[in-house]
């Protein structure tokens, strides 16, 4: 049935469902659900609101602080970080459920049921110092999605200060196998693997 599997000939889209972007956000890459984006949000340019886990930004949105031109950063949930890259449907059901347009980058990962732009991914994560660590309250983020990149307008002076800066967070888990995973996992854009 052609109206449900299209041809090679007549796709259902011209591209695929998922896009890799890269800019100075993302040396190494960050992965999007286009498929799952609204139009008018494949470009889509808003101030960063921070947070360093996925219940902090769960508690924000659901407390209000997340408006209109907003984008929601939550870090620290990497394969390093989380530890094994926390799966990010919770915010995003909560940022629909509310009619938000608003954009969510993160280092941790998407489940195929998250919808809108939201970014996933983030390699270097910020646990290994990647620029999304260095984000800061108020900076403007441009997700581009035809163009592939994501950008976050802050001069390399700036963000090479904020490194020199940063310090390493503890870890979240200090014993036990997802301890060994987060201090031998690679980066997920080499597939968050055991060395």
């Known amino acids: 049935d052609r109206t449900v599997i299209h041809s090679v000939d007549d796709p259902y889209r011209k591209e695929g469902g998922i896009a890799i972007l890269k800019g100075n956000l993302a040396p190494d890459y960050a992965v999007v659900k286009a498929s799952a984006v609204a139009p008018d ?3 889509y340019t808003g101030k960063a609101k921070c947070y360093n886990s996925e219940t ?3 508690d924000a ?3 209000g602080d997340i408006h209109d031109g907003d984008v929601v950063v939550i870090r620290y ?8 890259m926390q799966e990010m449907l919770n915010p995003t059901a909560v940022i629909t459920g509310r009619g ?3 954009g969510l980058i993160t280092d941790g990962r ?3 049921a998250s919808q809108g732009a939201c970014v996933g991914h983030i390699s270097p994560e910020a646990m290994e110092g990647g620029p999304i660590a260095l984000i800061e309250d108020g900076d403007e983020i441009t997700i581009d999605i035809p163009n592939r990149s994501l950008t976050l307008a802050v001069s390399d002076e700036e963000l090479a200060k904020r490194k020199a800066n940063w310090k390493k967070p503890e870890p979240k888990i200090k014993t036990g196998y997802l301890s060994r995973y987060a201090k031998l996992t690679t980066s997920a854009s080499t597939g968050a693997v055991l060395k």
């Open 41 to 43: 949000m494949l470009t």
């Open 56 to 58: 902090e930004a769960c």
């Open 61 to 63: 949105i659901m407390a």
């Open 77 to 84: 949930e990497g394969p390093k970080g989380g530890p094994g």
């Open 100 to 102: 938000l347009k608003v």
């Open 110 to 112: 998407f489940s195929g």
